[in-house]
């Protein structure tokens, strides 16, 4: 029996063992090096000796001593890869299982099998303008958080809450969102305020905005065209 492949895994399991030891202290030495910072993980990058190093929103590189830092994209050039790029769009997902389902406007067209999230102010022209397109969706379940911006809109909140307390929240926000026919005026306890609280959470600060299924973040008043390709490119 030959032992080299054993050797071989041994090697490597060892390699990987070391990578993450390295990066773990070069973290702890970043944190004490530079207080004022947030950073949130340290990863070997694909390049040998350099990490990866996530701050915030921001990845950066630097070596073992954490002294020099290159800001900018990391692509690999064989498979044409924005390497930078997805860290950075999986670092701004969002856990789609659990958010508040139950404090938004839920509408369901055709069977329903995909999911979609969408952050939005009901005197907001363009999430009125989304609305036109996302009735162009089949097959899809829509969970609508209303978040009004009350320093741009000031009777958004109120609207927003009228929709919440119609006998039909989903009729009512579509004929308000695409028609401009808002519902009677009307209070109960609402989930308006959760709502706003929730989108500052998640780092929402314009609408409208879609979450995936997958936690992918998709701003701005989108074609439909646009949003089922986004939707097809769900990836883990």
Known sequence: MSFKPLLVLLSLTLSVAH???SAEALAARLKEKYPATRIERVDPSEIPALYEVVMGQNVA??????RYFVFGHLFDMQT?????????????????????FADAIKTVRGNGERLLAVFSDPDCPYCQRLESELEKLDNLTLYTFAYPLESLHP???EKAVSVWCAPDRARAWAELMTSGKASAKRTCDHPVDR???LAQ?????????????DGRVLP?????????????????
Do not use: C, M
């Open 19 to 21: 990578a993450d030891e």
């Open 61 to 66: 590189y630097t070596d073992a001593s954490g």
């Open 80 to 100: 044409q890869r924005d390497l930078t790029a997805e860290r950075l769009e999986k670092q701004q997902r969002v856990a789609f299982s659990e958010l508040p």
């Open 155 to 157: 009777e958004a909140k």
């Open 195 to 197: 709502n706003i609280a």
């Open 201 to 213: 959470r998640l780092g929402i600060q314009g609408t409208p905005t879609l979450l995936s299924a």
């Open 220 to 236: 701005g008043a989108a074609s439909s065209e646009r949003i089922e390709q986004w939707l097809a490119e769900s990836r883990p």
